[in-house]
């Protein structure tokens, strides 16, 4: 069918019966009353009754950028171009502010944040008269966020991405966001630079307006957003500041005006089949670890079963084909010439990894946006036949210390492949003494403790730091080795724990492990001194003790009322804390779950 800018005919629109749903506030003759209420003070700004009485699609600018959330603040900017889009089409825009979250910025952690921006999203798109909305996305939870409340309120809705900062530079260099602090903070460690140093190094990685540059969890979530068929095809990677960013804002706008008539709703487009190109486009990007968490609290959020073993089933045989940090060398400015998420899906067609079918915002398939859209750059994303590295999704662990934790093997170098992964005689497989930190700053004051004796064949713990222990669940499982280890060449040593890591961390760390110890896993019956085995073949993590030693320290806990964790600090974080489920479930409010597209109850 035609997808012109025009309103289509009431023919086309079924006999005119069908009413959009701000009409509901603008114009019901059936109550006149509330009408009148509900339209006035909307005419106080400028707008005319007829802009609002017409019939036209009110089209919502959900608004994330603010001073608060920098790696956005392009977005106040970029609406201007959203705007004159939903215009052009013949829609009326209101633009609102959602609550502002900061990934750098936020403490204790911005993920505490996530889900209290989807609640308060889901409310104004519930509860305003609006018909579409424009989901403007960046930084790191953003994204989810916004992609959540549409899907729970379910009208339709479509992806912005701020678009990247352009490239770091620190001596000719590439320096890239969050990356270039964990190599850094290794050399500050070690003597060889100074706090001075260090802060000008990682200062270098944010030249411009724009999200993290690097494959990081905010680069991830906008291009499965993209691969969820959620925004228009080859939006995640424009530069924030590049001219096609403007482009595309423009044109978004248009088509949210578009999907009102059609009534393309995120429920028509997040199937299954979604789900599994966005885990499937994951793996070959070397996206984040975070990945998991927010795209199954999308699939809960709009009733699609997928689980966090699913990532392993779905994405763990799907190659590495972008050559972009932390995973590879490059930056997104790169990574876009090279043509995207567009061309990466292109390449993984050829391998019939994709459902071709999956509908997009578009109106079109993913198979019909990407299958002329060949990969410009094959240094920078990699023909599917010759990848930067087989199998290079997530594996799943599970075992006695948890249920389910994930490990991203895109980043697994080959230090740590020599040291702990190439025993002849139990490949891919590995034992040590565990060394227990409860929550970071347990971590800070104790690594260079020479008590602790950490070696070589020691094993990094790293516990209460999960949606209930740490609230949100901090971003702290990539523990960097004592300094004197370093000092002898040693950089990374495995780490394990019940909270997650950066995006931007090239660790190949065992994370997001559930149940976490605050809700009674595992990881709360581990003793410093433990010996530890992972077994990356068979999936399994375990403490090597007897069944009957581990039911007594379970016992033992429970006597002492369990694993002990911080006092809440503000309201949220105590509500947050009394109904948030685990990460390898997505880390929802339980009872949201059962709220599905609410706009049409
Ligand atoms: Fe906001 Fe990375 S800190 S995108
Ligand atoms: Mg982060």
Known sequence: PARGPQRPSKAALGGGERKLRSQLWFDNPDNPGMTALYLERYLNFGLTREELMSGKPIIGIAQTGSDLSPCNRHHLDLAKRVREGITAAGGVCFEFPVHPIQETGKRPTASLDRNLA?????????????????????????????IMAAATVNIPAIVLSGGPMLNGYWKGELSGSGTIVWKSRERLAAGEIDYNEFIDIVASSAPSVGHCNTMGTASTMNGLAEALGMSLPGCAAIPA????????????????????????????????????????????????????????????????????????????????????????????????????????????????????????????T??????????????????????????????????????????????????????????????????????VFDGPEDYHHRIDDPKLKIDENCMLFMRGAGPIGYPGAAEVVNMQPPAALIKKGIHSLPCI?????????????????????????????????????????????????????????????????????PESQTPWQEIQRSMVDQLGAGMVLKPAVKYQDVAHT
């Open 118 to 146: 989807y609640l308060g999203l889901v409310e104004l798109l519930y509860g305003y008269p609006l018909d579409g909305v424009v989901l403007t996305t960046g930084c790191d939870k953003t994204t989810p966020a916004c």
């Open 241 to 364: 500041p590049y001219r096609e960013r403007g482009q595309i804002a423009y044109e978004t706008g248009k088509r949210a005006v578009q999907m009102v008539w059609e009534d393309l709703k995120p429920s028509d487009i997040l199937t299954r089949e979604a789900f599994e190109n966005a885990i499937v486009v994951n793996s070959a990007i070397g996206g984040s670890t975070n990945a998991p968490i927010h795209i199954n609290a999308i699939a809960r959020h709009i009733g699609v079963k997928l689980t966090v073993e699913d990532w392993e089933k779905v994405g763990h045989k799907v190659p590495l084909i972008a050559n972009v940090q932390p995973a590879g060398h490059y930056l997104c400015e790169e990574y876009h010439r090279a043509g995207g998420i567009p061309a990466v899906v292109n390449e993984l067609m050829k391998k019939r990894l994709i459902h071709e079918n999956a509908l997009t915002v578009n109106g079109r």
């Open 366 to 435: 993913m198979g019909e946006n990407c299958r002329n859209r060949p990969v410009q750059d094959h240094d920078v994303i990699y023909p599917i036949d010759k990848p930067m590295m087989k199998d290079a999704g997530f594996i799943v662990l599970k075992g006695n210390l948890f249920d389910n934790a994930v490990m991203k093997t895109s980043v697994i170098s080959d230090e740590f492949r020599n040291r702990y992964l190439s025993n002849p005689k139990d490949p891919e497989a590995f034992e040590g003494r565990a060394i």
């Open 497 to 565: 724990g019940d909270g997650r890591q950066s995006g931007t961390s090239g660790s190949p760390s065992i994370l997001n492990a559930s149940p976490e110890a605050a809700a009674g896993g595992g990881l709360a019956l581990l003793k410093t001194g433990d010996r530890v085995r992972i077994d990356l073949r068979k999936g399994t993590a375990d403490i090597l003790i007897s069944d009957e030693e581990l039911a007594k320290r379970r016992a033992d806990l429970q006597k002492r009322g369990g694993y002990k964790y």
